[in-house]
């Protein structure tokens, strides 16, 4: 609970005696919302931090922000990205962390980033590759960091445990895409439980059954089925669901605390709610994609409109779009992302033209999950203010081991704030977000309220729907190990 102005009166002396050239900013009238409550309040921020929350504060300031009707929010947490998705690829000469400006702007403040294993290289030397090449002075947001294993071999398995001495706290899996480097096997995912159980490392699972997709490529293609659409038709919701479920048994017998990523199908949301009934550490995550958008964008006969869409778990049917929905206001998904990847139509999507089986997976977003999700999920009355906080930002902040450090507005907490402005219509452009892509797959959906100003660490990054902040204003995030996922 925010503290009276009673209870702050000596802090606040004691605050401003102590550091004469402090940077003090005041955010006056507004109402905040936090994961479990909003009521109207200043914010009062020292450098970094926030250092008083409650009424009335008048306090001398460098810069005071009036949020007079406006909603102010913590900022928000995207725990699925691949901003360094190319780095596999080869393409090292790219610098994908430059268009995290896009989050900013969308009022996302930190993201938990995926760091696959380079060629040749561990677990270790891979993540701080990323904090210390290719994020350092480019990141225009906070970022912690998951692993990604894309080689197993025994030095993989060996580094599981050393993970949290460097500030990560989750690893991830992919059942999916056979003979690919990410496949990893029931064998292998067995053993990457057991060891980050020992560890306090999450296990994070893409759960997808690759045999099973493997074969209805195969078909479609044999059967001259290769457009776009064939996508969806080659992984259908079993799929999902059954990857799902073995994951959470697998997960059951090791009793190792479990994430599935980016679920998009009602049979595998059950999955999730049937082993949360039975109380083992299983939880679970959607994407805006999966809550707004449906597989009807991948029939498209215009190839470069339909490949926009090409991403993994493929879109699905209606049906499956409300059961997200009620499993985000039940409690059974933990966390709505953007799966945010830096795929580009008019070079890496062509590849699969002739055959959608080498379209690469993966669409951007993470510039679009805020305000869309207030749209199509508040304004229109699905889920409360309060839950929109948590599972945007609270919850990913506790599973990830950096809350309440991130997460909320309370005393003590970094200074991260988006103040929303909920009075404002808009239409999504990619010209008024660039993400550093070739397209946006939210263009022209139209967005009640706008992201007015957002702070990053007390610093004012984004005003006015403009970037004000700079290159490398991000820092390295460390997660705590043993995090929500391991809390009974």
């Known amino acids: 609970m925010p503290k009276s102005n009673t209870d702050m009166k000596g802090e606040k002396e004691c605050t401003f005696l102590h550091s004469v050239k402090a940077m003090i900013t005041l955010i006056k009238n507004g109402n905040v919302v936090t994961s479990d409550n909003e009521f109207t309040a200043d914010v009062l921020i020292e450098d970094e931090k926030i250092v008083a929350v409650g009424k009335a504060l008048n306090v001398p300031a460098d810069k005071v922000i009036d949020a007079s009707g406006k909603y102010v929010f913590p900022g928000f947490i995207d725990q699925h990205t691949h901003f360094d998705a190319l780095c596999n690829s080869g393409d090292l000469d790219t610098a994908p962390y430059e268009t995290s400006k896009t989050a900013v702007l969308g009022g996302t403040t930190t993201i938990v980033d995926y760091a696959p294993q380079d060629p040749g290289k561990g677990l270790l ?59 990893v096997d029931d064998g292998t995912l067995v053993k990457v439980m057991a060891e980050s159980k020992k560890a306090g490392v999450t296990t994070f ?23 776009p659409k064939y996508h969806a038709v080659s992984r259908p919701p079993m799929v999902e669901t059954e990857a799902a479920r073995r994951a959470v048994y697998l997960a059951e ?20 709610a049937e082993a949360k009934a039975k109380k083992l550490p299983v939880y679970g995550e959607t994407c805006t994609q999966y809550l707004t958008t449906t597989k009807e964008k991948l029939s498209n006969p215009d190839f470069n409109e339909a490949a926009k869409y090409v991403c993994s778990p493929a879109l699905r049917d209606e049906d499956d779009l409300e ?29 699969g033209r002739d055959n959608f089986v080498n379209i690469p997976n993966g669409a951007p977003g993470v510039g679009d999950r805020v305000p869309m999700i207030w749209t199509k999920g508040v304004v229109s009355g699905k889920i409360s203010k309060q839950r929109f906080v948590e599972v945007c930002s609270a919850l990913p902040a506790k599973i990830n081991g950096i809350y309440p450090r991130k997460g909320t ?80």
């Not at 090791?254 to 994430?259: I, V």
């Not at 997200?324 to 999507?349: Q, R």
Request: hydrophobic share 40%.
């Open 205 to 227: 699972v893409h759960a997808e059954n690759a045999e099973i997709i493997d074969m209805l490529q195969q078909d479609c293609v044999k059967a001259g089925n290769t457009a």
């Open 125 to 183: 030397d891979s993540i701080d590759y990323r904090i210390n090449v290719r994020a350092k002075n480019k990141a225009c947001v906070d970022f912690a960091l998951h692993s990604l294993i894309t080689e197993v071999n025994d030095r993989m398995f060996d580094e599981i445990k050393e993970l949290p001495k460097i500030g990560v706290a989750s690893i991830k899996a992919f059942m999916a895409y056979k003979g690919s480097r990410l496949h």
């Open 409 to 488: 507005i309370a005393v003590g907490s970094d200074a991260d704030v988006v103040i929303y402005d909920p009075n404002c219509a808009s239409v999504i452009r990619l010209e008024d977000n660039p993400n550093g892509i070739d397209y946006n797959i939210y263009e022209g959906t139209k967005i009640s309220g706008k992201v007015d100003t957002v702070l990053l660490r007390g610093k004012v990054v984004a005003e006015g729907g403009k970037f004000v902040g700079r290159l490398g204003d991000g820092k390295f995030i460390p997660s705590k190990a043993f995090a929500l996922c391991f809390e009974k």
């Open 253 to 272: 017998q090791m009793g190792a605390p479990t994430f599935i990523v980016h679920i998009s199908t009602k049979g595998a949301r059950d999955a999730v």
């Open 323 to 351: 059961a997200m929905w009620e499993g985000i206001k039940d409690g059974t998904l933990s966390a709505i992302v953007s799966d945010h990847c830096g795929i580009d139509l008019a070079t890496l999507k062509q590849v």
